[in-house]
């Protein structure tokens, strides 16, 4: 680790701490060539997760691009913005504790599915008719059956 003041390599770690949500590590460092002191974080790189696309184009994993789908399906309901954020960290916690480098779509609209039906049925079945591309009432009421049965 190069001194950001003099930019000598020769230096000592004089503390170490994890972070509050543990995820990084702070080094306060010193110097050995000019005495001074700095703050270093390390934490683990994250490899971007591709989703492979029903037409087999390629995407990195958004975080952003799920959120917009599962607060439009949680729109109106008594769901707050905290119980969204614990889904989506769990979401990418599970993907994440895969180790996959690649997963289908497919995949992670049934993750997400799962996911929303254990916090709100009518959250799920909204979700499912983007998801699973509803043409008709038909498709809704099969959907609600099944939701029904498994009660």
Excluded: W
Excluded at 42 to 59: A, N, Q, T, Y
Excluded at 85 to 105: H, Q, V, Y
Excluded at 106 to 133: N, P, T
């Amino acid at each position: 680790m190069k001194c950001p003041f003099c930019k000598e390599t020769d230096n000592k770690v004089i503390d170490s701490r994890l972070s509050k949500d543990g995820n990084e590590i702070r080094r306060r460092r010193e110097c050995l060539v000019c005495s001074r002191r700095f703050t270093t974080y390390e934490h683990i790189e994250k490899i971007p997760i591709m989703i492979i696309k029903k037409d087999g184009r390629r995407e990195v994993f958004s975080r952003e691009k799920v959120r917009t789908g599962v607060q439009k399906a949680c729109q109106k309901r008594d769901i707050s913005v905290n119980q969204i954020e614990n889904f989506l960290d769990e979401l990418e916690r599970d993907l994440g504790e895969l180790g996959e480098k690649e997963i289908p779509s497919s995949y992670l609209g049934e993750k997400i599915m799962a996911k929303l039906h254990a916090l709100d049925d009518v959250a799920y079945v909204r979700f499912a008719s983007v998801y699973r591309e509803f043409k008709d009432v038909n498709d809704f009421f099969a959907e609600l059956k099944s939701l029904l049965s498994h009660r």
